[in-house]
């Protein structure tokens, strides 16, 4: 069993702001085929839902982003699972926007939610997906966090939150490696448009190709002396 937390502030103020896209992500992995109803418990929404044959529990923490450990620490506990089990998903102000970052573990990197969760777990070996939002300014950073997108951004937010969903089902296939190597290159190569490559030649066009070469190398006949009159 795997259990998926996306990070966020509950309410409709915050609904669409660069700090819930942790949220956004789960509500489209529940809405998906494996996915089910949202209800009330470990003080988040939960979700049961399953990745192939596997099972995952999809959660929303409802304490605020500062006490979102409270809920992963809950749920640890009652499926008795273990820090490898979980995957934390969050904005990061220090990515692009719409870039992806897989890792297995590391420091929460500024980010509250983060901090509280490897506080309640004691470790900071679990695997986490930072979704880029863009960066401010440290003087206007919660105002950054707090807003919302502008009508220019949404087109690259709403892919990003498909390809975070799609590498949340990657982590649950594959593990943190695989999904790594697949969702953390930046945007731009992401998007990069592959080389149209040169259509190969038929055999007949290969032929008169030959052809034409041959004759393009072979000596010109000397002109014959013409007749003396």
Not at 134 to 143: F, T
Not at 171 to 179: D, F, K, L, Q, Y
Not at 199 to 206: N, T
Request: one cysteine or more; aromatic letters at 6%.
């Amino acid at each position: 069993m795997k259990i998926v937390v996306g990070l966020g502030n509950p309410g409709s103020n915050y609904v669409g702001t660069r700090h819930n896209v942790g949220y956004e992500v789960v509500d489209i992995l529940a809405m998906g085929p494996g996915g089910g109803k949202f209800q009330r418990r470990f003080d988040a929404d939960v979700a049961e839902g399953l990745e192939g044959l596997e099972k995952v529990l999809y959660a929303k923490p409802l304490t605020f982003m500062n006490l979102s450990g409270r809920c992963v620490r809950a749920a640890l506990d009652f499926y008795k699972l273990t820090p490898v089990d979980v995957l934390v998903i969050c904005d990061d102000v220090n990515l692009p926007l719409g870039q992806l970052r897989m890792r297995p573990g590391g420091s929460a990197g500024g980010h509250n939610g983060l901090k509280d969760i490897e506080k309640q777990l004691g470790t900071q070996e679990y695997a986490r997906l930072r979704l880029g939002v863009g960066s401010s300014d440290r003087a206007e950073l919660i105002d950054h966090v707090l807003g919302r997108f502008k009508p220019s951004e949404r087109d690259a937010v709403k892919d990003m939150l498909i390809r975070a969903a799609q590498a949340t089902g990657s982590w649950m296939r594959e593990g943190t490696a695989a999904t790594m190597n697949r969702f953390n290159a930046p945007e731009k190569e992401l998007n990069k448009e592959p080389k149209p490559k040169k259509p190969r030649p038929s055999a007949g066009e290969k032929d008169k190709t030959n052809k034409d070469a041959g004759a393009k190398d072979a000596p010109a006949e000397k002109p014959k002396d013409e007749p003396k009159t």
